[in-house]
């Protein structure tokens, strides 16, 4: 064990926040932090990074579906690569903080490992997934989409307001549609990801690390009732058809239901009703129409399923109750919840203890890269606080202590991996 | 009573109704039916009018407010006239009867009175009143304002969208602001109105004729509610501060206020939530803020009151429960209701059971130029059907016989008033 105490690689604090910061301010000047995929400052960002990994003699390279994937061999060639990774891209006036944390943290892992001296088993790499925020094309995850086999011709010819297609604008920034199966991956032994967790708990409950359990499945609902616009004036409570007051029962049903199943402990769950659209919309006239559209998440799908039947069973007896149509009750957009890998959890769990760090186990609310690369690989995430939860703003923050917890966490599991086997 | 009888006048039901059809013709042939006031297509209405009432003999001028009135003097120039009117401007795609049919009536009641032979001991005065509907300048009943002194400099300096200034506008059609109090009445008897009940009231009860009592007090209070925007995924049910579940939660409670006392059927009241806004609108984010417009309206102050007091406690409470602040609680405009003149509504009653038609006392939940003219003289409205309580909307309609029936009462309620004396 004395080698392996010697060579062990440190995280350089300071380093990682001044990478970290620097890369902060490669940003649209006038909407700080913005930094969007398929642009020039993005590619400004990746030219950052690349400079970076080259500086310590890591491979660069981008792959078809436009991933950015540094590497160190490992000193096995049986085996697979223990990936990191992030994205460097971010929301319209976002943060510095959201994905590049990730990406930063697995450079300063990989700087820190290639000076120690310590070779290990596997290959390292650590990837810049393309596009993992909703670009202008609406499409999230384009890069791990693409690495993990889930990037469709449909989505490819996606088209953003400019009127540039998605197959072309990945082409520019590297990928290669013709070769686009090349980027699926089958040698990657275990995916690994930092971030921020953009919720309050970390935060609330003074804990510093986050072991991510599941990676909620997100379903989408929109409601929409029709009644009769009117004059309202003239006519009487009885023998209205206002379709707001529809929506807003129903509203409150979304809410009392998401609270009841909140409260039970042994799943996730949380919805949110954040459009509400009432028309015509003047404020002499009892409204027509009514759209509410349902954000509901969980780590069980069937969870999802009952509260669908509930709300749909309320929104009809809101719609009666009100004298309107419940017009239409529709499934947007659906998914899957993803699993972390539980011998990875326990690395992560042990690896806190070890440097003393907090943590406790939690799910993500949100979608990250990880979702799709448990597809094809065993994921894990760390969370990290972020003040007040907040996040997709220029207010997110996490302290240098935090970040560097996450990212000393995050080598130590890489090491446990390494030497655990496999 | 021999010589009465044979000069009694008799409306003319086809010619009523051709002129009513063929005013509605002169509209924005796009956007049927739709005369604007401060266009030219108001002024060709109201050349089509100026020469109807000239082919008989009356006197047409237009008043410094921009009223347009026909005239025909009495046999006692002691008396202060009788005298009808409503407006024949629109909404846009407004419909072919909301205020021309009341112009009309009083055309054909003037018409048939030249005719007839039959000399008043009134003059009898039809008047065109300008602007009754909001124009672009945002205010409503310019003209009726304008005869009873309620037309302020504040409201002459409103500007449109095209940046012109209503004084201006005024002008324009004939109005003269230097003169402006000399549109103020004090020589009107009686002020009579003829419109379509733009409710469900009548044509639900099969009656042909409403008796207005009180044309209601009109209250709009804002309502806003602000919390913080949160991310849909990561912020659990319980640490939220979602605004648009306040605003649904006070919405249900308003229509369940207004139900309540709508039920109590010795006050008129109705109240409607017209404007939802909640923001930042995006279906993955816990909404921030959430704004309603309320339209409450009362025969009795003193109801607003109460609706008014306790829907700021609810909405204090709605607050306090889903954890936001009630931002601001805001009286935006307010009225109060113009009572009808006892005397001339039973002139309607009989008159309405002399001719055969069954008839109904009810309160006009909309606001109209004899609420305004109520400040200076006696009122009365008679209210006819109309299909489905439709009304600012192209498929308002009423039959050539409720049309008829309105206007023979109006008739005799003219006679009544002329014989009943001073």
Request: glycine share 10%; aromatic share 6%.
């Amino acid at each position: 064990m004395s080698d392996d105490v010697i060579l062990r690689p440190t995280v350089n604090s300071d380093r990682l926040w001044a990478d970290l910061m620097a890369i902060g301010e490669i940003t649209d000047p006038d909407r700080p932090y913005t930094r969007r995929s398929f642009t020039p400052l993005f590619e400004e960002g990746r030219a950052f990074l690349r400079e970076k990994f080259e500086a310590f003699g890591a491979q660069v390279k981008l792959d078809a579906a436009g991933n950015m994937i540094a590497r160190l061999e490992g000193s096995d060639p049986q085996l697979g690569a223990i990936a990191i990774g992030s994205h460097s891209d971010t929301v319209p006036s976002g943060g510095r903080f959201d994905g590049v944390a990730g990406v930063i943290a697995g450079l300063e892992i990989l700087r820190a490992i290639a000076e120690s001296g310590w070779k290990p088993r596997h290959p390292i790499e650590i990837i810049d997934f393309l596009a993992e925020e909703p670009s202008d094309f609406g499409l999230s995850c384009v890069g791990s989409r693409g690495m993990t086999g889930q990037l469709d011709g449909e989505m490819l010819a996606m088209v953003d307001s400019g009127g540039r297609v998605l197959s072309n604008a990945l082409e520019e920034v590297g990928g290669d549609t013709a070769t686009l199966p090349s980027a699926l991956r089958e040698d990657i032994a275990a995916f690994l990801e930092l971030h921020i967790e953009q919720g309050p708990v970390l935060e609330d409950r003074g804990v510093d690390i986050g072991v991510v359990g599941t990676i909620v499945a997100i379903r989408r609902i929109e409601v929409a009732f029709e009644g009769r616009a009117a004059h309202a004036g003239t006519t009487p409570m009885d023998l209205r058809q206002d379709a707001a007051v529809a929506g807003a029962a129903t509203l409150v049903k979304i809410r009392e239901t998401a609270e009841r199943f909140a409260a039970d402990k042994d799943s996730y769950f949380v919805a949110t009703v954040g459009i509400v659209e009432v028309k015509p919309g003047g404020s002499n006239v009892v409204p027509r129409t009514c759209r509410l559209v349902i954000d509901a998440r969980s780590d069980k799908p069937e969870i999802l399923d009952r509260f669908q039947e509930i709300i749909d069973s309320e929104s009809v007896a809101a719609a009666a109750s009100a004298r309107v149509e419940r017009k239409s009750y529709e499934v947007l957009s659906d998914g899957v919840p993803a699993h972390c890998d539980e011998e990875l959890q326990q690395h992560i769990r042990v690896a806190s203890e070890e440097l003393g760090y907090a943590s406790l186990d939690l799910p993500s609310g949100a979608g990250h890269d990880a979702a799709f690369m448990a597809r094809i690989c065993p994921v894990a995430m760390v969370f990290i606080p972020c003040l007040g939860g907040h996040s997709h703003t220029p207010v997110e923050w996490s302290d240098q202590a935090e970040v560097t917890a996450g990212t000393e966490v995050l080598l130590r599991v890489v090491e446990r991996i390494d030497l655990a086997g496999g």
